[in-house]
């Protein structure tokens, strides 16, 4: 066989190839598994990052790069809580079903007043992403850290996945004080945080000095004071 019929017969093969392999397009996609239908009363959005559920069945969503926080009311229609955020993150609501939202790229936990207003609940946080409040009203937040006095209260750094930047910790915001203090530390890939009367819980890879796992949930109980 000549070079060139080799290299004719091998642009075929090729094409032969790309015809009958399925392309991301094409390929199905792989069903959710549920117990029940599942919807999708959101969809098409930056980038979703928080949520948080009303009594009423209201839905709030942050969308970190757009800067806002989406409200889907029960009836489906949706509407902007709050905009000109610094990319929001976690959402919670307090006993009067007020927003919590922490707010990454300006350290800040801010509170959505009825009013529409917003209230500064914590600020000094560096990369601020989740956030559970106890029934006794205390905040718990993940963060990277505090701030240190020197830094600046907006930072430019793309906190896509703040993970990379070492372990975490968790700050509790006393309710009567204000105060924030660290309760938890060396906690990598720390994915989410949820509170009782009784203890904290922490999704996350692995806690800094204890046996390395491959994900984990730590429950911290909750000490007086």
């Known amino acids: 066989m000549t070079a060139a019929r080799l290299a004719l017969a091998l642009a ?4 032969a190839l ?8 094409t390929a199905k996609a792989k069903p959710i598994v549920a117990r029940a239908p599942v919807e999708i009363p959101l969809a098409g959005q930056r980038e979703l990052v928080g949520v948080a559920v009303a009594p009423d069945g209201t839905v709030y969503v942050s969308d970190r790069k757009a800067g806002v926080v989406w409200r889907l009311a029960p009836g489906g229609s949706l509407t902007v809580a709050v905009g000109g955020l ?5 959402l919670a609501l307090d006993a009067d079903r007020r927003l919590l939202i922490a707010e990454q790229q300006t350290g800040r936990v801010l509170r959505l007043e009825p009013t529409g207003t917003l209230s500064v609940l914590a600020t000094g946080l560096r990369h601020p992403r989740w956030v559970a409040l106890a029934p006794s009203g205390t905040l718990y937040i993940s963060a990277q850290r505090l701030r240190l006095p020197a830094e600046r209260d907006e930072d430019e750094e793309d906190d896509e996945d703040a993970d990379n930047d070492g372990p975490r910790v968790i ?5 009567g004080t204000g105060t924030l203090s660290v309760v938890a530390s060396g906690l990598r890939r720390l994915q989410g945080v949820a509170v009782n009367g009784q203890a904290l819980y922490a999704a996350l890879k692995r806690v800094v000095a204890l046996a390395p ?7 911290f109980p909750l000490l007086p004071g």
Do not use: T
């Not at 075929?12 to 094409?15: C, G, R, T, Y």
């Not at 610094?86 to 976690?90: E, K």
């Open 12 to 15: 075929l093969s090729a094409v």
């Open 18 to 25: 790309l015809a009958v392999a399925p392309s991301a397009a």
């Open 86 to 90: 610094r990319r929001p993150a976690g």
């Open 171 to 175: 700050v509790r915001r006393d309710p």
């Open 213 to 219: 796992v491959d994900g984990a949930v730590a429950r």
